[in-house]
């Protein structure tokens, strides 16, 4: 196995990880959160780190989140956005939340709410307590519900108090793509951290849930109108929130394979077998089929060292219904770094990163409607 690490004369001082990243081709799939929920409140800038400590709104529904994820298995992704002086409205704020609809779906599904400032707290909570099962926890703010299911968002990590990063790389994107396409059936918005700086610029698109890395300004009209030859865009995906690590590289390879209208067609992706070794080899199989949420989403994570990986991946389009048979295994590791600096004086820290390749692409047979 070969060690890449190509990184060029001029940048061995550099401080941003995102340059590190990418002068050494890392790819970036397989590094995007799994997300069942999304929680997006619009919160004024600045983002201190202590604001996860500090804002009002935050302090109240994070013991909650924990809770949910902790606690149930739940993946829910909380993100603030700044308000923008078209999108918003001053006295209220901007609630998003989305949920994943069904096991094979297409698109998440869209609830959107501009309550008073005062009454953000309130829902937030109603939104977090409905998911642990309490009813009518909502109903008082239906009367602030948007009709915005057409309206599609873009969120990019403009999080410089994260890593320094986002706010070099991502805000330059963001005001491209603001001034360009945040028109009235797409919002562009500044966000804070929602993981892989070291792929910055990244951005989230929703209602998809694709998340994108290492963006440039030519990729962007391609990314947004959803033209021209898609494999264009295969190094700069990160991966589809609807699934794990090695689920999200299989998918990718799926959609090389089809083309545009796969992000149309619902999708449900599964793992069925990992080579493991050890006590890993011996407990996974029995352990994944125990129907435990917070269970499974530790075990992905044990087993995460996998050296190859059996994916099955079914999907329906308006023709039928589909499926796929897809091996992920091991490919080259490469030099990376985590975190940039914050002076050029400081040394970066780099890491070995594990990089991962498709080997078998299977199309199975579909039935035709």
């Known amino acids: 196995m070969q060690i890449i690490d190509n990184l060029p004369d001029n940048l061995v001082d550099c401080r941003y990880c995102s340059q590190v990243s990418k002068a050494n081709g890392e790819d970036p799939i397989g590094s995007a959160p799994q997300v069942d929920y999304w929680l997006i409140v619009e919160v004024p800038q600045p983002w201190p780190i202590s604001m996860f400590e500090k804002n009002p709104v935050i302090t109240q529904i994070f013991p909650l989140i924990k809770k949910l994820i902790f606690r149930r298995g739940v ?21 998003l939340y989305y949920h ?3 096991q094979q779906f297409a698109q998440y599904r869209k609830e959107e709410y501009l309550v008073p400032d005062a009454q953000t707290s309130p829902l937030v909570l109603g939104l977090l307590n409905r998911l642990l099962g309490k009813k009518n926890t909502v109903t008082p703010f239906l009367s602030y519900q948007q009709d915005t299911q057409h309206i599609r968002e873009m969120l990019v990590c403009t999080h410089t108090q994260v890593d320094l990063a986002c706010g070099r790389f991502g805000t330059p994107i963001y005001r491209q793509l603001r001034q360009d ?9 500044q966000s804070t951290h929602f993981g892989g700086h070291q792929f910055a610029p990244t951005l989230v698109d929703l209602p998809t849930g694709q998340f994108w890395g290492h963006l440039t300004a030519e990729n962007l009209p391609q990314l947004v109108q959803r033209s021209g030859d898609h494999r264009q865009l295969k190094p700069f995906y990160r991966g589809w929130a609807g699934g794990t690590k ?7 390879a799926v959609w090389m394979d089809v083309g545009w209208e796969w992000l149309t067609h619902a999708k ?18 029995v352990l994944r089929h125990i129907p435990i949420n917070l269970l499974q989403l530790w075990l992905d994570r044990w087993t995460s060292d996998a050296t190859w990986v059996k994916v099955d991946l079914t999907y329906q389009s308006l023709h039928g219904e589909g499926r796929y048979q897809i091996t992920v295994a091991e490919a080259d590791k490469i030099i990376t770094a985590r975190n940039s600096v914050k002076t050029k004086d400081d040394p970066i820290q780099t890491t070995e990163a594990q990089q991962y ?12 409607r």
């Open 268 to 285: 449900k992706v599964r793992t069925c077998q990992k080579g493991l070794t050890g006590i890993k080899r011996l407990l996974y199989p």
């Open 100 to 102: 994943r609809p069904a």
């Open 75 to 95: 993946m829910v992704r909380p993100i603030a956005i700044a308000p923008d002086p078209d999108y918003s409205t001053p006295g209220f704020t901007r609630v």
């Open 181 to 189: 396409y945040g028109q009235s059936n797409l919002r562009v918005w």
């Open 246 to 252: 090695f689920e999200q590289i299989a998918e990718r």
């Open 357 to 368: 390749r498709v080997t078998q692409l299977i199309p199975g047979l579909s039935k035709q």
